[in-house]
């Protein structure tokens, strides 16, 4: 007597998915669509030309002193604005030097100055016109803003 071969269900030519997974993949693709069409129609998401925020700006340059200060200078007038002593504005540090490499990439010298934005919800902006390239410094938390936001105190206590 023959025994016929139990089918191996590693084997199973059934090809048709469960039908709730192909449920699941057409409610995640409509799900999709509506978000992507609210985000369409409502702007939500939108991101807004902060230039048109800005409603202060001040030109700044900015040099490392040769015993690791950070010195802020008017552009205009070479006025120190603001110095932070060695080991200290580490977050000004940063955000600096991250402009500061697109000019060495770009073959910019560190001369062209930097410009610090106000926007009229308060957010603070640094941009480097030379590359286009900025940063919304609001993003990373308010005591690092708080170190730029003092080079805007004598704009923001002026008459």
């Known amino acids: 007597?023959?025994?016929?071969?139990?089918?191996?269900?590693?084997?199973s030519h059934d090809l048709h998915p469960p039908r709730g997974l192909?449920?699941?993949?057409?409610?995640?693709?409509?799900f999709t669509l509506i978000g992507v069409g609210?985000?369409?129609?409502?702007?939500?998401?939108?991101?807004t030309n902060w230039r048109a925020l800005s409603v202060e700006s001040l030109p700044l340059i900015f040099e490392d002193g040769a015993d690791g200060s950070i010195v802020v200078r008017e552009p205009e007038t070479g006025n120190v604005l603001r110095t932070w002593a060695p080991e200290t504005g580490g977050f000004v540090r940063t955000a600096m030097r991250s402009l500061a490499l697109q000019r060495r990439q770009m073959g910019i010298g560190s001369g062209p100055a930097f410009v610090l934005h106000r926007t009229e919800?308060?957010?603070?902006?640094?941009?480097?016109?030379?590359?286009?390239?900025w940063v919304?410094?609001?993003a990373f938390g308010g005591d690092n803003?708080?170190?730029?936001?003092?080079l805007l105190l004598p704009m923001e206590t002026a008459p």
């Open 1 to 11: 007597m023959t025994h016929a071969p139990l089918p191996n269900p590693a084997h």
């Open 22 to 30: 192909l449920m699941a993949i057409g409610a995640l693709i409509l």
């Open 38 to 47: 609210f985000t369409q129609l409502s702007g939500a998401g939108h991101v």
């Open 121 to 133: 919800n308060g957010n603070l902006i640094i941009e480097d016109p030379q590359t286009s390239e």
């Open 136 to 138: 919304s410094l609001d």
């Open 145 to 150: 803003v708080a170190e730029f936001r003092k």
